[in-house]
């Protein structure tokens, strides 16, 4: 039983993620005419939240991706081209840049949070409280299941160090 429901909720999340994004970017690109990729919205949304503990460098983004930083240096190349983000050089060390949102990125911003509250809405004007208090469980189950993942994970790459 487990198993058929884990495949169905694999399917179920993965078409959902994939579509919502895939969604987005239409959206964002009919009504906001923004000319932005998948990938380099969720650059510039991890940006925007990495902001406010200034490890928004291009190395620890794509330390944070798991990714080379050449590259997060492409796609932050093409959104400095296309007006989204800009570099702060930081005055105590000429060799470290910052990565900023520009008016149109936190704009970009704006209408994307925007876009997934009216999605959100609409997905729960159709489930029942008993339905919301189900899934805000699982969700939170979800959650803690992740945190204790990657506590694990911590714990075996210390262990590897």
Known sequence: M?????NQFNDVFLKFYFQSYLLMERSLRIRS?????????????????????????????????????????????SLIRKGYLLKQLN?????????????????????????SERLLKQGMKKLSPFDIAALKKAFLAAEAAVDEENKQLDLEEKENE
């Open 2 to 6: 487990f198993k058929i429901f884990k």
């Open 33 to 77: 005419k923004n000319q932005v990729t998948i990938r380099e919205m969720m650059l510039i949304n991890l940006v925007d939240r990495l902001k406010e503990s200034k490890n928004n460098t291009l190395s620890n983004i794509a330390a944070y991706l798991q990714v080379s930083t050449p590259v997060v240096s492409v796609s932050v190349k």
């Open 91 to 115: 005055l105590d060390d000429n060799r470290i840049f910052y990565l900023e949102l520009t008016a149109k990125g936190r704009a970009h911003i704006q209408n994307a949070l925007a876009f």
